[in-house]
């Protein structure tokens, strides 16, 4: 075979009619190809006119120097299929260290992958199957993966690992990980292992959009416990929603987040904790000018972080939970988190407490933020029943109701389970029915992302799915019951031992009707809050005092601050 610097692949065997199976031509192609290009030195290109191009049951060795480019999303689409092989994950292509040695010195160099599809909804592994990606490449030098669509694998849609001088731009992935119940490894939209390369990884993310996807939306992960946390790492103007969590870092350092929205995410928007394989959180990084809305848990949660991590002009809103929470997983470190700063973000409209520390902190600064009408889960309990009620695959409605807007934001929904005639199954995805404990109706729980008046909007019952309802939509009329509001519920909440924080100029308020942040600062009763400084601040206006001291502080200055 000829090797020319650009390759039509339909004059290579290609068929793209969707029936045929297209891996064999491919790869014969892209050895081919590779093989000139390790002789010459000069990069090679695989054409691939619009079609459906079916990779059957084998995944495509990918080849150094071997670039794919296709007509565009939705013209060029490679359909991902193993009905010959279930125990085998098919990703369109891959090079990896368990498979083929990959390594520093072992690459891909100078590789472009772009303007195609990746329909992976036909692959099915027996059990879990992490491999079972879109793409799945380590240790890529010089590559970009551009304008791709990838959606519905079974694990994670772009799982490439170890990208130095790599861009990653304008790839939507959607709905994948599918077979990851979201708690196993993978299943992200975007997910990148890190470290390999050393204390340095010249990566750039940006552009791309990651929704309904099985774990997170877009996340960096160190590989292995002894490795550095690399620097370098860029996450830029990026969207995830819809996932468990939008951004997550598990172990870069310095890792720059910046206008990035993260909305409607079921556990948080951005994650920083010990998830994943190495228990290593991030560290040094830096969120900025990001908007995180409408997450169903927290916007931010930070935790097994040494620190430090600034996040700065930042919009955190209408989370389930809590605004930023402070927190730390068993089984990651637990020291003090040091030089935490939060400056100049506003904190508004979340359930419960607009910042929460819940793990120690060491000389954090907290200064200039507006942490405003939080505490919004102030609606008492409620339930209901009977003529005006019906629940929708997103929704439940009762038109007698007279609800807080707002206020049963995060809450749980208790409704007999009892589907309506009908009905049909929720998708596989969405698990099983409840069982019914012994002389009690089955009940199905719902989570409450927010409510009108008569109106609840409810989370999906998994990144992805189209219901809130494992089993079925209950039937009209179905009886339902809400939980009472949490108290109390403050502006800035202190839960662990905070040793020198520096708390300056924040306005910590409640202007809202009827106010529902009870006080601008709650040193609760397991608090150690130790020295530092407390001035200049406007704590007033709260719905009930301006600060509540359950643990007194120790030492430090408090002092000019209004309310």
Not at 31 to 60: C, E, I, M, Q, S
Not at 265 to 281: P, R, Y
Not at 404 to 430: F, I, N
Request: proline share 7%.
């Amino acid at each position: 075979m000829t090797a020319p610097l650009t390759a039509d692949a339909h004059a290579y065997g290609l068929a793209g009619d969707g029936t045929a199976d297209d891996g064999p031509a491919l790869q014969e192609l892209v050895d081919a190809l590779g093989d000139a290009t390790a002789a010459d030195g000069r990069p090679r290109t695989v054409r691939v006119p619009a079609g459906r191009y079916l990779v059957r049951d084998r995944p495509v060795r990918w080849r150094s120097g071997v670039s794919l480019v296709g007509a565009g999303r939705g013209a060029t689409c490679f359909v991902l299929a193993n009905p010959g092989a279930p125990d085998r994950p098919v990703p369109l292509a891959w090079f990896t260290t368990a498979q083929h040695g990959a390594g520093p010195e072992n690459h891909i160099a100078d590789v472009t992958f772009a303007r195609f599809e990746i329909d992976g909804s036909r692959v099915r592994t027996e059990e879990y199957e992490v491999l079972a990606k879109g793409l799945g490449l380590q240790y890529v030098l010089r590559g970009r993966f551009s304008d791709l669509w990838i959606h519905d694998t079974a694990a994670t849609g772009f799982g490439c690992d170890f990208l130095q001088d790599t861009v990653v731009e304008g790839v939507l992935t959607e709905r994948c990980g599918r077979q990851d119940p979201g708690e196993k490894m993978g299943g992200a939209g975007i997910g990148i292992g890190v470290g390999g390369w050393g204390p340095v990884e010249r990566l750039a993310v940006t552009d791309c959009t990651a929704r309904g996807n099985g774990t997170n939306g877009i996340f960096l992960e160190l590989q292995q416990e002894d490795w550095v946390p690399p620097r370098g790492i860029r996450v830029t103007a990026c969207h995830t929603e819809d996932n468990r969590y939008g951004i997550s870092d598990w172990g870069a350092d310095g890792l720059l987040v910046t206008g990035c929205s993260m909305l409607g995410n079921h556990v948080a928007g951005f994650d920083v904790s010990a998830q994943g394989t190495t228990s290593v959180g991030g560290r040094g990084g830096i969120v900025t000018g990001c908007v995180l809305d409408g997450n169903a848990g927290d916007g931010i949660a930070l935790g097994n972080t040494p620190g430090p991590y600034a996040f700065r002009g930042n919009r955190i809103s209408n989370n389930g939970r809590y605004g930023y929470w402070e927190h730390n997983l068993a089984g990651g470190d637990q020291e003090p988190a040091t030089d935490v700063v939060l400056e100049s973000n506003d904190v508004h409209d979340n359930a419960l407490d607009g910042i929460r520390v819940d793990a120690p902190l060491h000389e954090p600064a907290i200064f200039g933020n507006r942490v405003r009408n939080n505490g919004r889960r102030a609606a008492g309990a409620a339930e209901g029943g009977g003529a005006g009620v019906r629940c929708g695959p997103l929704s439940l409605t009762d038109e007698g109701a007279d609800w807080l807007p707002g206020g049963h934001r995060g809450k749980e929904v208790r409704v007999a389970a009892e589907p309506s005639a009908g009905d049909t199954a929720a998708e596989p995805s969405a698990g099983p029915p409840v069982e019914p404990s012994a002389g009690a109706p089955a009940e199905v729980t719902a989570l409450v992302v927010d409510n009108t008046a008569t109106r609840l909007d409810l989370v999906p019952v998994r990144p992805g799915a189209v219901t809130a309802w494992p089993g079925g939509t209950p039937a009209p009329g179905a009886a339902y019951r809400l939980p009472d509001a949490p108290a109390p519920r403050a502006g800035l909440t202190a839960a662990a031992a905070v040793t020198h924080p520096y708390v300056h100029g924040n306005r910590v308020r409640d202007d809202g009707h009827p106010r529902t942040q009870v006080h601008a600062v709650w040193l609760a009763p397991d608090a150690v809050w130790t020295g530092g400084r407390v001035s200049g601040n406007d704590f007033g206006g709260n719905a009930s005092a301006a600060t509540r001291f359950d643990s007194p502080p120790s030492g430090g200055r408090w002092r000019d601050n209004a309310g």
